[in-house]
Nanobody
Framework: QVQLVESGGGLVQPGGSLRLSCAAS????????MGWYRQAPGKQRELVAT???????NYADSVKGRFTVSGENAKNTVYLQMNSLKPEDTAVYSC???????????????WGQGTQVTVSS
């Protein structure tokens, strides 16, 4: 059973910073991609940032220059450093991973339980 466990959400003032972490546990062959999505009230879930096992990153335009996604392959962990936070960044942030359970099977999507990030004065 693969699990993604997030930590690091909370309340922060505009202009502040937060760091989210997500660790994958369980039995699997390899993690191809890890990253973060978010969903604000009344809005659809949207991609925030992802990183491949090779280190290639992808960001939503709205967070470029402010957020940084990084990973530690040895720890099966992904981080999201969020700087210069804005009220519009308020959302539930969910960890995402594409994981191969076995070498010859395609990767499967997995989600964390989500962590609330609130940016407010």
């Amino acid at each position: 059973q693969v699990q993604l466990v997030e930590s690091g959400g909370g309340l922060v003032q505009p202009g502040g910073s937060l760091r989210l972490s997500c660790a994958a546990s369980g039995s699997f062959f390899r993690i191809n991609t890890m990253g973060w999505y978010r969903q604000a009230p009344g809005k659809q879930r949207e991609l925030v940032a992802t990183i491949t096992s090779g280190g290639r990153t992808n960001y939503a335009d709205s967070v470029k220059g402010r957020f940084t996604v990084s990973g530690e392959n040895a720890k099966n962990t992904v981080y999201l450093q969020m700087n210069s936070l804005k009220p519009e960044d308020t959302a539930v942030y969910s960890c995402y991973a594409e994981i191969k359970l076995y070498p010859l099977q395609p990767p499967l999507p997995y989600w964390g339980q989500g962590t609330q990030v609130t940016v407010s004065s």
